[in-house]
């Protein structure tokens, strides 16, 4: 019998498939985008990549970037990242998010529904999309600190319905930045709108004194009474030494009827911009830092108090990293069995205009340093850490997301090859855009954007929304 020609063969690699058990040598077949084979015997193909020593696994799911730009998806798909998400702020309308990649993205890309700029719409009439909008970042206004009437809080509900109703991916909440403005009657409204539509809220909590796990039990007590499903983004930046604490109050509330999951970054810092409301109130209490803790990200230049206070004063959108994290507290996150990996990539405009290395190392530094030299976790927990459990965190709002982050038959073909041995991340707080090694070929719906090391013309990546992904 003729044996069958695939489209694509990616031939006698290790895969890695944590979400079907699979740890072995196996062929994939794939044909129009799909997995079609899983085969311990050699399949023929059109074309073929040859995975021999290599590991292959699925493409890699964040769940949190802020990146839709060139550079931000090349990067990514650098680190073998095939879908890259915006669902911590999201955007509003949700396709304004990534208009500029529509048919020029090498990687999957996509957005929540953004509270804040249904709250910026409603409260001062201002449109403010999503954090990054031809070419800048958002301002934040009044709508940042100023509460919403009853009639006000009724109009965001709509929004936020008409949101969902267009594809967003669940309700970004940027709730630490807005503290001043969003009450319990607001944040209700939001979490009822949520549980209605099955919609994770994607929730960057209050924070209060370092370590301080009251922003937490908000969202925990929220996802209790109403049913909403809510996701912890950058748990480690807001638990800080506590994490350990901070997750065992998570498993007693999902005990308890919660729907409660959580992701964490890999590096010791965050960054914000300088004028936003965590730098305007105590935060040395909040961060356990001082202005020497604090660099530009632009120039690496180390802050002062004068320094810091002249530019707050003068340029409230200048980027800053604030170190304040420790190894140990990251290293006891990740080790948390039900932990997702997402990278919080700030925005990357171009190599001039620096941000922070998250976007280029944070899946290449779980390979390399955790993984590989540590032994911290084994492979395929990292795999289903970066990779299964975010794409099974979305499926109730997106079905289609039943098929990526694993690489069974009918699974979308997104997938990466990797060198165990090789792989490496290099970015640096200094050096940010320094991309990741030791990824030989990337795969996204069955075409290859990265082969033997080189990036490709090819850009299949589609915008992704809860209906399914589309090309426009």
Same mark, same amino acid.
């Given at each position: 019998m003729?044996p069958i020609?695939?489209d694509l063969?990616?031939?006698g690699?290790r895969l890695v498939?944590?979400?079907?058990?699979?740890?072995a040598?196996r062929?994939?077949?794939?044909? *129009?985008g799909v997995?079609?084979a899983?085969?311990?015997e050699?399949?023929?193909?059109r074309d073929?990549i040859d995975?021999?020593?290599?590991?292959?696994?699925p493409?890699?799911?964040d769940?949190? +970037?802020?990146?839709?730009t060139?550079?931000?998806?090349?990067?990514a798909?650098?680190s073998?990242? +095939? +879908?890259a998400l915006?669902l911590e702020?999201g955007a509003?309308?949700?396709?304004?998010y990534?208009l500029?990649?529509v048919?020029?993205?090498?990687?999957?890309?996509g957005?929540?529904?953004?509270?804040?700029?249904?709250?910026?719409k409603?409260v001062?009439?201002? /449109?403010?999309p999503c954090?990054v909008h031809?070419?800048r970042?958002f301002?934040?206004g009044?709508a940042?600190v100023?509460?919403?009437t009853?009639?006000?809080?009724?109009?965001? @509900?709509?929004?936020?319905?008409e949101?969902? *109703?267009?594809g967003?991916?669940?309700?970004g909440?940027?709730?630490d /930045?807005?503290s001043?403005?969003?009450d319990s009657d607001?944040?209700?409204m939001i979490?009822e709108?949520?549980?209605e539509?099955?919609?994770p809220?994607?929730v960057?909590?209050?924070?209060g004194?370092?370590?301080?796990p009251?922003g937490l039990?908000?969202?925990?007590?929220l996802?209790?009474d109403t049913g909403?499903p809510?996701?912890?983004?950058?748990i480690?930046?807001?638990?800080?030494?506590?994490?350990?604490?901070?997750?065992?109050r998570i498993?007693? @509330?999902? #005990?308890d009827g919660?729907?409660?999951?959580? !992701?964490?970054?890999?590096?010791?810092?965050g960054?914000t911009?300088i004028g936003?409301h965590?730098?305007r109130?105590d935060?040395?209490e909040?961060f356990?830092?001082?202005?020497? *803790?604090?660099?530009? @990200?632009?120039?690496? $230049?180390?802050? +002062? !108090?004068?320094?810091f206070t002249?530019i707050? !004063?003068?340029d409230?959108g200048t980027?800053?990293?604030?170190h304040?994290?420790?190894? !140990?507290?990251?290293?006891?996150g990740l080790?948390?069995e039900d932990?997702?990996?997402a990278?919080d990539?700030m925005?990357?405009f171009?190599l001039e205009t620096?941000s922070?290395p998250?976007g280029a190392?944070t899946?290449a530094r779980i390979?390399?340093?955790?993984?590989r030299d540590?032994?911290?976790?084994?492979?395929? #927990?990292?795999?289903?850490?970066?990779?299964?459990?975010p794409?099974r965190?979305l499926e =109730?709002i997106?079905p289609?997301?039943?098929?990526?982050?694993?690489?069974?038959?009918?699974?979308?073909?997104d997938?990466v090859?990797?060198?165990?041995?090789?792989?490496?991340?290099?970015a640096?707080y200094?050096?940010?855009?320094? $991309?990741?090694i030791?990824?030989?070929h990337v795969?996204? @719906?069955?075409t290859p954007?990265?082969?033997?090391g080189?990036?490709?013309e090819v =850009?299949?990546?589609r915008r992704q929304?809860s209906s399914g992904?589309?090309?426009?």
């Amino acid at each position: 019998m003729t044996p069958i020609t695939h489209d694509l063969v990616v031939a006698g690699g290790r895969l890695v498939d944590p979400a079907h058990g699979i740890d072995a040598v196996r062929h994939l077949g794939i044909d *129009d985008g799909v997995v079609v084979a899983v085969s311990e015997e050699p399949l023929v193909g059109r074309d073929a990549i040859d995975a021999t020593g290599k590991v292959v696994c699925p493409g890699f799911v964040d769940l949190h +970037t802020h990146t839709p730009t060139d550079l931000g998806a090349y990067l990514a798909a650098r680190s073998g990242i +095939t +879908t890259a998400l915006e669902l911590e702020a999201g955007a509003y309308p949700t396709g304004i998010y990534g208009l500029d990649q529509v048919g020029r993205s090498p990687i999957h890309f996509g957005a929540s529904t953004g509270h804040f700029a249904v709250r910026a719409k409603v409260v001062e009439g201002a /449109y403010e999309p999503c954090m990054v909008h031809s070419g800048r970042t958002f301002r934040a206004g009044k709508a940042f600190v100023v509460p919403g009437t009853g009639e006000q809080l009724a109009e965001m @509900a709509r929004h936020l319905h008409e949101g969902l *109703d267009a594809g967003g991916l669940g309700i970004g909440l940027l709730l630490d /930045y807005m503290s001043r403005a969003i009450d319990s009657d607001e944040l209700r409204m939001i979490g009822e709108v949520a549980a209605e539509r099955s919609a994770p809220i994607w929730v960057h909590v209050r924070r209060g004194a370092a370590g301080d796990p009251a922003g937490l039990d908000e969202m925990l007590d929220l996802s209790r009474d109403t049913g909403a499903p809510v996701h912890v983004c950058h748990i480690n930046a807001s638990a800080m030494g506590a994490v350990d604490e901070w997750l065992r109050r998570i498993d007693v @509330a999902n #005990a308890d009827g919660a729907d409660v999951t959580y !992701e964490m970054f890999v590096h010791t810092a965050g960054s914000t911009s300088i004028g936003v409301h965590a730098f305007r109130t105590d935060w040395q209490e909040r961060f356990a830092i001082t202005y020497e *803790d604090i660099q530009l @990200a632009a120039t690496g $230049e180390w802050l +002062t !108090e004068e320094s810091f206070t002249r530019i707050q !004063e003068s340029d409230r959108g200048t980027t800053v990293i604030h170190h304040y994290m420790q190894e !140990e507290w990251i290293r006891r996150g990740l080790v948390a069995e039900d932990m997702i990996v997402a990278t919080d990539a700030m925005p990357c405009f171009d190599l001039e205009t620096k941000s922070v290395p998250n976007g280029a190392g944070t899946h290449a530094r779980i390979l390399g340093r955790y993984v590989r030299d540590e032994a911290l976790i084994d492979l395929p #927990a990292a795999v289903a850490k970066m990779a299964w459990y975010p794409a099974r965190r979305l499926e =109730r709002i997106a079905p289609h997301f039943a098929r990526k982050g694993r690489l069974g038959v009918g699974c979308d073909a997104d997938l990466v090859v990797f060198d165990a041995s090789t792989i490496e991340d290099r970015a640096t707080y200094l050096e940010p855009y320094l $991309e990741a090694i030791g990824v030989d070929h990337v795969v996204v @719906a069955g075409t290859p954007v990265i082969r033997d090391g080189e990036f490709g013309e090819v =850009r299949p990546g589609r915008r992704q929304l809860s209906s399914g992904p589309v090309d426009v």
